[in-house]
Nanobody, 120 residues
């Protein structure tokens, strides 16, 4: 099984910045897309940012220009730099990956989530 472990969440004031990291480990054969989703209380989980193995990125309008996703393929790690944070960015952030484990089929994997709270 591929495992995703997130780090970097926490409490930040409005206008501040945070950087989340997510490392994939286990019997990895290949990783296609990596990305981040978030879920606020009472709301559906939504895409924050994604990046393909070739470096193509995708952002919703709500974070475009404020968040930047990147990945280190050698380390099987994805990052999201979050700037100009707003209270509405408060949510649990989940790492997501489309990956193939050795001997397995391509499927989606999720991290355990990390809390991001934007508040003064």
């Amino acid at each position: 099984q591929v495992q995703l472990v997130e780090s970097g969440g926490g409490l930040v004031q409005p206008g501040g910045s945070l950087r989340l990291s997510c490392a994939a480990s286990g019997p990895i054969f290949s990783i296609n897309t990596m990305g981040w989703y978030r879920q606020a209380p009472g709301k559906q989980r939504e895409l924050v940012a994604s990046i393909t193995s070739g470096g193509t990125t995708n952002y919703p309008n709500s974070v475009k220009g404020r968040f930047t996703i990147s990945r280190d393929n050698a380390k099987n790690t994805v990052y999201v730099q979050m700037n100009s944070l707003k209270p509405e960015d408060t949510a649990v952030y989940y790492c997501h990956s489309i990956a193939t484990a050795v001997g397995g089929l391509q499927r989606a994997y999720w991290g355990q989530g990390t809390q991001v709270t934007v508040s003064s």
